[in-house]
């Protein structure tokens, strides 16, 4: 793998960059595949990464309708934690905190991981009996948790209003240390290097347009690039996976909505943890650059649009001035939308589907960024050894038939 000095780094920009290796390859796609992959975001390439590194299947082409990342993985608000009920969640989403605490050198990549706490607030008595509950369930899962007094939260957060006459008075908070934020981009951009490194084809702009089939498996994938062979097929769209399934020929309960995020201007740096606010629905962190990254519920509405809208950015920037009225001059710099896929149960569906050789990994949801390179094992181990893996066991498809459901609507603290 290519290092490079400060000189050679002083060269390169003299050379007006012209000069850097190319993190993965741009192959042109070949006729035929042991696995294809739909889906260039971060479970897709991670799906790669894993089916390469771990099972030794190389032939693998990941096809992506736009660029690499593109999707939710650059659309978020970047925030990984694993404060789950549910036994079986709480073990995939903290397999992936604990893969996140040691992706840097596992990837050879800064994926920029800061684990600076995700802290949710606790206005009531109500929410504080939760939160003890809540921290005694983590206990039991094997995942740290604590809750925090008024002196605590206050030293953590000094800029908070904690007046007693706030909207919204604050009585503490419940916090997961190990949680934090990392740099969307760069879990893509790890994920992808290190995949192609290990000969995966990654083929960017090439949409998937149907399937041809012999009874009921796919043998090829046609797409914007012509025709693909495969002998197993793994789609990880996120909000698109209806689309696909539709494609394939059968139906998920699946519903698409719209989650938009935000940030302000750079500002010095003020904000030191996660904060959500279960009261007025917003949570907010600062980046390393020092834009306030702001989100909030998601849109009541069905869509496949990317953008913000006006009434949310209303709704966030209130909430937050709400809770921050220091930030009250800051200007909005961006805004936008990912599209989430929510199922009745708000956990995931993964493995197999109706189709005998196409494999799934979708309904995360809004926590299917901290979920990336659990969500990609998960779906490597379906692909190649053609069944679940024992941490996805509980989250197949076919629960939905059996009412064996996974309710883990309340977890992010904003119910979705």
């Not at 036994?87 to 684990?115: C, G, H, K, T």
């Amino acid at each position: 793998m290519q290092r490079y000095s400060l000189a050679n780094l002083v060269l390169q920009g003299l050379r007006k960059n012209v000069g850097w290796q190319p993190a993965w390859r741009e192959p042109v796609p070949r006729p035929s595949y042991d696995a294809v992959i739909i889906g260039g975001g971060g479970h897709g390439l991670a799906t790669a990464y894993y089916l390469a590194k771990e099972h030794g299947v190389r032939n693998v082409a990941v096809l992506e309708k736009g660029w690499l990342g593109g999707g939710n993985t650059g659309r978020n608000t970047t925030v990984v934690r694993s404060d789950y009920l549910f036994p079986e969640s709480a073990a995939v989403y903290d397999w992936a905190l604990r893969f996140y605490e040691r992706a840097a050198r596992e990837l050879n990549f800064n994926i920029m991981l800061s684990q600076r706490g995700y802290m949710t607030l606790i206005y009531n008595q109500h929410q504080l009996e939760l939160a003890r509950h809540k921290v005694n369930y983590l206990a039991c899962n094997g995942v740290e948790g604590e809750i925090i007094d008024l002196a605590e939260l206050k030293r953590l957060v000094p800029l908070l209003n904690v007046s007693e006459t706030a909207r919204y008075p604050i009585r503490g908070a419940f916090i997961q240390r190990r949680g934090g934020t990392i740099r969307h981009d760069a879990v893509a951009w790890g994920f992808a290097r290190a995949a192609s490194s290990l000969g995966v084809d990654i083929i960017q702009n090439c949409e998937v347009l149907g399937f041809g089939k012999a009874g009921n498996r796919i043998n090829s994938i046609q797409t914007s690039h012509g025709s693909i062979g495969c002998d197993v097929v793994g789609m990880a769209v996120a909000g698109h996976s209806s689309v696909i399934a539709d494609m394939a020929g059968f139906r998920l309960p699946v519903t698409s909505h719209c989650l938009q995020a935000m940030v302000s201007e750079p500002i010095r740096p003020v904000l030191g943890t996660m904060v959500s606010s279960p009261a007025t629905g917003v949570y907010i962190n600062q980046t390393q650059k020092g834009e306030l990254v702001m989100g909030s519920i998601l849109d009541l509405y069905h869509s496949y649009g990317q953008r913000g809208t006006f009434c949310t950015i209303e709704k966030t920037i209130t909430s937050v001035v709400e809770m921050f009225p220091v930030f009250a001059q800051t200007r909005l710099m961006r805004h936008w939308a990912g599209i989430v896929d929510v199922v009745p149960d708000s956990s995931p569906i993964l493995g197999p589907t109706p189709v005998d050789n196409l494999f799934i990994n979708c309904g995360w949801g809004t926590g299917g960024f901290k979920a990336i390179p659990a969500g990609g094992m998960l779906l490597a181990h379906a692909l190649a050894v053609g069944k679940q893996h024992p941490l996805a066991e509980k989250f197949g498809l076919d629960r939905f038939r059996s009412n064996r459901l996974v309710d883990e609507g309340a977890a992010s603290g904003i119910a979705h």
